[in-house]
């Protein structure tokens, strides 16, 4: 069920955000009375309008290097990027609501806009922030003792530069949502798509200035979140505010164009490497330069994204010495946020860094990262920034994927196309995916939150079985894949086993669904319930069968069984007969044993669980257009226990498309005044099903030691491995020709460009002479 189709309650009223046209402007006056007197207009309000009834966020976390920063609801003053939201008009419907819209007149000063990093960082540049001394809002830095020494004694110095650039989430259906507000009762019902109801509802409560029994979140499925429905964003405390200030039900639906340019974006960063490496490309050190263009305000800490790259950049390689400086900058555009795999250029960067040292020593790209991958001797490993690895098989998915590639045979291939009119390359990316992060690895990033997830498991009389956790899903099956670890802990048949998620009011209180944690926080949660509540249902069935411990007896598919010489046998007793027992008998239960079958368990992971995975593929370039092919995809990946494969292959294909799309084709491009290019699907493109290859997954599963069912979090390797795949691929292709990309995306016309260029440059063109790059 999409949002919008929820049927309107009574009395409802409907929403239209009033958004800035231009990148940064001062508000002089909004005059709406011309709206008002519109049949069906019910009210106009503003930042000032709603000041009062809405805290200001301050995003203000004790960070060293972060500046603090505050948002209101509503700018106050004035706008900083095209599509912020200055003002809501409310109506009877939704067409009087645009019609109204239409008439508010709004009086801007038109303000210098900062449209990129370079705008920022200039000693004359305009401030996106007033409040701040300069556009640089956050700086990290970190470095290992030895670092110099490393550069010191290398070799070589090899530099590489990797820029990704500003991208959107896309979600099947846009945010949408339903403020009712019960003046009675003083409650707020907020019918929102979110991945974390709870947070969701602990943030609207606080910014309402509402006890978290005031307000209950009914998350309705949705389809897709990708980070960007985390959080209350400003129009859902905006509905909010304006469901309890007219005492009427309100509700929104945003526009794809809407959540193209306004919605939250991610991804545009600049990184540059250098790495000391010997002679036979074994790396002694590395350092990266981040700088990350953060947006206009700040919804999230502004260090956040950018930093998670830098801590865990080293991934697969057995290096220690290692420094970084992360830069991140305000400027006139959309406000970034998490998007699946934050950190998705990592691993591109790592193992482009890698191709980088091989092209320079002339060493085969595969054989420098066998020299420098972590082997299973090296398990347990912890990197230079401190992040432990307890269980990672890197080289085992490394050569399993290019086994099955065949990449020796595509390297005699390559070699025999000089003459072709097709350039072949090879890209391999082995990635460490961060997820389930620990509530340490939070602290120590600076982020504010924790990284337990709590779960609930209650058996009915009849033996019906109720499962539910903090988790809200956006597309990713938990309802089948959490109802499994449930059922596995307790011993039920999994079709008796019903998952209730999404409700803040009963479910009990979890993180969400971020960053990878759905099955080995959600399921790692369920499945320890279900472990404790067996116990509980194995001493009672001891107790029925006249036993005097439970220790001979298990519970399976909702059987009790019991082992007798060896072999497990059927007692006849079943969970529903124990049930009944528990709640409707409890004399029979044993001395101070509590009635009923219900139990609670907070799982707050050890540490922050690593998944691995190499990614491989092979493609063909034109070189009369610079059209990419994908001829073959591998992913070989190591995700742990799988609770579902079919699950785990979908989301694979979802990851591994969504990095593939990225990298080729999307980019929330903006014109050097700030204006937004991208606002439509006739600008802002996304990989089709024929853009994208066939994918063949191999598994080289190890369970993970951080929980009891050994689970990995596995939903963003994909989009990490496929972006680095596809780029060293094309790179790969086209450091034949000597030139590459050194930024995303990887459009025909940029490869084309890239191809004429190094023409040029080697004499067999004036580049005078370089035609006009074929129609896109």
Not at 22 to 27: D, E, L, S
Not at 64 to 92: C, K, N, T, Y
Not at 396 to 423: I, K
Not at 580 to 604: C, F, K, V
Request: hydrophobic share 45%.
């Amino acid at each position: 069920m999409f949002a919008d189709d929820i049927p309107s309650p009574p009395l409802c009223l409907h929403a239209i955000f009033i958004r800035s046209p231009y990148a940064h402007a001062r508000i002089v006056a909004i005059d709406a009375a011309a709206a008002l007197a519109l049949p069906g207009a019910a009210a106009v309000l503003t930042g000032k309008d709603l000041a009062s009834h809405v805290t200001t966020q301050r995003m203000a976390p004790a960070i060293d290097g972060l500046q603090p920063m505050d948002m209101p609801v509503l700018p106050l003053d004035a706008a900083r990027f095209v599509g912020d939201p200055v003002a809501v008009v409310l109506a009877e419907t939704l067409m009087a609501a645009a019609d109204a819209a239409e008439l508010v007149e709004i009086t801007w000063e038109v303000l210098p806009a900062i449209s990129s990093v370079g705008d920022a960082s200039a000693t004359d540049a305009a401030l996106v922030d007033p409040a701040l001394p300069t556009n640089r809002v956050s700086l990290q830095s970190f470095v290992t003792p030895g670092l110099d020494a490393a550069f010191a004694r290398a070799d070589r110095v090899v530099e590489a530069r990797f820029g990704q650039q500003r991208q959107t989430h896309v979600p099947m259906e846009p945010r949408s949502g339903l403020a009712i507000w019960d003046n009675g009762r003083q409650h707020l019902t907020m019918r929102f798509g979110t991945q974390a109801p709870h947070p969701y509802r602990t943030a609207i409560a606080a910014r309402l200035g509402l006890r978290e029994w005031q307000v209950t979140v009914d998350s309705p499925e949705m389809g897709g979140g990708f980070g960007q429905k985390i959080i209350p964003l400003r129009e859902d405390l905006c509905l909010a505010a304006a469901a309890r200030l007219l005492r009427r039900p309100v509700r929104w639906r945003e526009t794809r164009g809407e959540n193209l340019t306004a919605g939250l974006q991610a991804r545009e960063e600049v990184v540059t490497t250098r790495a000391a490496v010997a002679a036979d490309g074994r790396i002694l050190g590395l350092t990266c330069a981040i700088d990350a263009d953060f947006g206009s305000w700040s919804f999230f800490p502004a260090n956040y994204m950018a930093r998670v790259i830098a801590m865990i950049l080293p991934g697969p390689y057995r290096f220690k010495e290692y420094g970084y400086e992360v830069s991140v900058w305000l400027t006139n555009k959309c406000p970034s946020g998490p998007m699946r795999a934050p950190m998705a250029i990592t691993s591109w960067v790592m193992d482009g860094t890698i191709d980088a040292i091989a092209r320079a020593l002339g060493l085969d790209a595969l054989e420098v990262r066998r020299r420098n991958s972590l082997t299973p001797g090296d398990i347990p490993w912890v990197t230079a920034t401190g992040e432990r690895y307890n269980s990672l098989t890197p080289l085992a998915t490394l050569e399993a994927a290019v086994g099955r590639l065949g990449y020796a045979a595509l390297r005699a291939e390559q070699a025999g196309r000089e003459a072709s009119e097709t350039l072949l390359g090879i890209g391999l990316c082995t990635v460490v995916e961060s997820n389930t992060y620990s509530s340490a690895f939070y602290r120590d990033a600076g982020i504010p939150g924790s990284g337990h997830e709590m779960a609930s498991i209650r058996v009915e009389p009849s033996g019906a079985v109720i499962a539910s956790c903090g988790l809200m899903s956006s597309g990713q099956g938990y309802q089948t894949t959490l109802a499994q670890t449930a059922a596995a802990g307790l011993g039920a048949a999994v079709e008796e086993v019903q998952l209730q998620i999404g409700n803040s009011d009963t479910a009990p209180y979890g993180m969400g669904s971020r960053g990878a944690r759905g099955a080995s926080a959600g399921g790692g949660a369920l499945y320890g319930a279900g472990l404790k509540l067996k116990a509980k249902v194995l001493a009672i069935a001891a107790a029925l069968l006249d036993l005097n411990s439970a220790d001979a007896l298990d519970l399976r598919g909702g059987l009790v069984l019991r082992k007798v010489a060896g072999d497990w046998r059927e007692t006849g007793l079943t969970l529903a007969q124990v049930a009944r027992t528990a709640h409707l008998d409890p004399l029979r239960l044993l001395p101070g044993m509590e009635p009923g079958l219900h139990q609670i368990l907070a799982y707050d992971p050890a540490g922050t669980t690593y998944t691995n995975s190499t990614h491989a593929c092979a493609v063909e370039i034109e070189r009369a257009t610079g059209a990419i092919r994908i001829l073959r995809y591998v992913a070989a990946e190591d995700c742990g226990t799988r609770i579902n494969p079919m699950v785990v292959e979908g989301q694979t294909h979802g990851a591994t498309a969504m990095g593939l799309s990225g990298a080729m084709l999307e980019h929330a491009a903006y014109g050097a005044d700030g204006q937004a290019l991208a606002g439509s699907f006739m600008d802002y493109a996304i990989a089709r099903a024929d853009d994208l290859p066939s994918f063949e997954l191999l598994h080289q599963d190890v369970p993970s030691p951080s929980n009891p069912a050994g689970i990995k979090g596995m939903s963003e390797g994909g989009t990490m491995g496929g972006i680095g795949a596809l780029m060293n691929a094309v790179n790969d292709a086209l450091a034949q020709v000597g030139t590459r990309l050194d930024a995303q995306p990887a459009t025909p016309v940029r490869i084309w460009t890239a191809l004429q260029q190094a023409n040029a440059d080697a004499g067999r063109q004036d580049p005078a002479s370089i035609e006009a790059p074929p129609a896109a």
